[in-house]
T-cell receptor, first 114, second 111 residues
């Protein structure tokens, strides 16, 4: 099946710094990638939809200036958490779609802001 | 937007018994309904899916049913095994090509 990678798998950063997370589709081209956030024991919350070559669309309540998304190519999307704070600590998961319906998830990135 | 509700939040069954998880959705235009299994600290894995033009789909011990009129769909796991223990999420794909997830069901299969 399709493979999606994410890097880094975990990161610890200090409050006020920025962190970049990469999402790559390894064996297919993804015109659309999604970014989710998951708190412990909770569901996946869609943050934004990333389309190659265009601006990301953000879900209501997600600060676009804080969570910068760039979909530079058909195989790479990045999420940058700017001026991170402890409340941004979470599990961030990306997914990519190669066809109309199915999506494939990356392994996730655990962000801890101290 | 779409609203997906999932029940129960926790489910405990004896090994060999069946487990049923139910979801409802609000957007009648949603047309694809996948189910995911997520083990602790890992990514969600697609286990079965169903499209709106089908009422039921089965894959070995796992089946999904869809009632478009009532806007609900269910996951059925028969002959449960301890390795089925995990958190299961339902999801719905709306007409804006976005996935919305249910709140999850923690399934515990007791040996």
């Amino acid at each position: 099946g399709a493979v999606v990678s994410q890097h880094p798998s975990w990161v610890i950063c200090k409050s006020g710094t920025s962190v970049k997370i990469e999402c790559r589709s390894l064996d297919f081209q993804a015109t659309t990638m999604f970014w989710y956030r998951q708190f412990p024991k909770q569901s996946l919350m869609l943050m934004a939809t990333s389309n190659e070559g265009s601006k990301a669309t953000y879900e209501q309540g997600v600060e676009k200036d804080k969570f910068l998304i760039n979909h530079a190519s058909l195989t790479l999307s990045t999420l940058t958490v700017t001026s991170a704070h402890p409340e941004d600590s979470s599990f961030y998961i990306c997914s990519a779609r190669d066809r109309v319906y199915e999506q494939y998830f990356g392994p996730g990135t655990r962000l801890t802001v101290t | 937007g779409e609203n997906v509700e999932q029940h129960p939040s926790t489910l405990s069954v004896q090994e060999g018994d069946s487990a049923v998880i139910k979801c409802t959705y609000s957007d009648s235009a949603s047309n694809y309904f996948p189910w995911y299994k997520q083990e602790l600290g890992k990514r969600p894995q697609l286990i079965i899916d169903i499209r709106s033009n089908v009422g039921e789909k089965k894959d070995q011990r796992i089946a999904v049913t869809l009632n478009k009129t009532a806007k609900h769909f269910s996951l059925h796991i028969t002959e449960t095994q301890p390795e089925d223990s995990a958190v299961y999420f339902c999801a719905a794909l709306n007409n804006f090509n976005k996935f919305y997830f249910g709140s999850g069901t923690k399934l515990n299969v007791k040996p």
